[in-house]
């Protein structure tokens, strides 16, 4: 989402829009929970915290500035009360580093990764299908094997010019098959 856009409700709710508020919470709850993902696996404490930020700033909202960035306020709204939270109820006692941050994908970005990845295949798929044999062969070891020309050109026995074109007749075909 444009962060215009973000700014714009942002500056709204703080003049009293309740139903900017409202916005502002449903498109950026998502992201901030997998962002608390990031710190800790305990989903209960990342949904009580998200909703402690969302109450402060409710609260607060007559005293609050338009943030240059809303996502990044949110972020680090979310990040410090976990941080104070996780300290005060003593998760990593004893740990000079108290939050660990992970860069490993959530199980719940893997899903989608792999539904995505999935979706790609199917799409990818039914274009192809779409090509006589000899073009589908040519763009699998161009654009899937990412083999070079010269590679392809002594896989299909063709010549270097053979190969470009045949490439290039293949991608229009595509293009006038699947319009944007």
Same mark, same amino acid.
């Given at each position: 989402?444009?962060?215009?856009?973000?700014?714009?409700?942002?500056?709204?709710?703080?003049?009293?829009?309740?139903?900017?508020?409202?916005?502002?919470?449903?498109?950026?709850?998502?992201?901030?929970?997998?962002?608390?993902?990031?710190?800790?696996?305990? #989903?209960?404490?990342?949904?009580?915290?998200?909703?402690?930020?969302? #109450?402060?700033?409710?609260?607060?909202?007559?005293?609050?500035?338009?943030?240059?960035?809303?996502?990044?306020?949110?972020?680090?709204?979310?990040?410090?009360?976990?941080?104070?939270?996780?300290?005060? $109820?003593?998760?990593?006692?004893?740990?000079?580093?108290?939050?660990?941050?992970?860069?490993?994908?959530?199980?719940?970005?893997?899903?989608?990764?792999? $539904?995505?990845?999935?979706?790609?295949?199917?799409?990818?798929?039914?274009?192809?299908?779409?090509?006589?044999?000899?073009?589908?062969?040519?763009?699998?070891?161009?654009?899937?094997? $990412?083999?070079?020309?010269?590679?392809?050109?002594?896989?299909?026995?063709?010549?270097?010019?053979?190969?470009?074109?045949?490439?290039?007749?293949?991608?229009?075909?595509?293009?006038?098959?699947?319009?944007?």
């Amino acid at each position: 989402m444009p962060e215009e856009e973000n700014k714009e409700k942002w500056a709204r709710f703080i003049a009293g829009d309740k139903e900017a508020y409202g916005w502002i919470y449903r498109t950026n709850i998502q992201e901030l929970y997998r962002y608390g993902l990031r710190f800790t696996n305990n #989903t209960e404490l990342i949904k009580d915290c998200i909703q402690e930020v969302f #109450t402060t700033i409710y609260k607060n909202r007559k005293r609050l500035p338009v943030p240059d960035n809303v996502n990044v306020y949110l972020f680090v709204s979310l990040k410090n009360n976990l941080i104070r939270t996780m300290q005060r $109820e003593s998760f990593y006692k004893d740990d000079p580093e108290p939050v660990p941050f992970s860069l490993e994908p959530t199980v719940e970005e893997q899903y989608i990764e792999q $539904e995505t990845q999935g979706l790609r295949q199917k799409q990818l798929k039914e274009i192809l299908s779409f090509l006589p044999p000899r073009q589908q062969e040519i763009l699998y070891y161009r654009y899937i094997k $990412e083999l070079s020309l010269d590679e392809i050109c002594s896989i299909m026995s063709l010549n270097y010019q053979s190969a470009q074109n045949l490439i290039q007749r293949s991608l229009k075909k595509i293009r006038e098959a699947f319009p944007h």
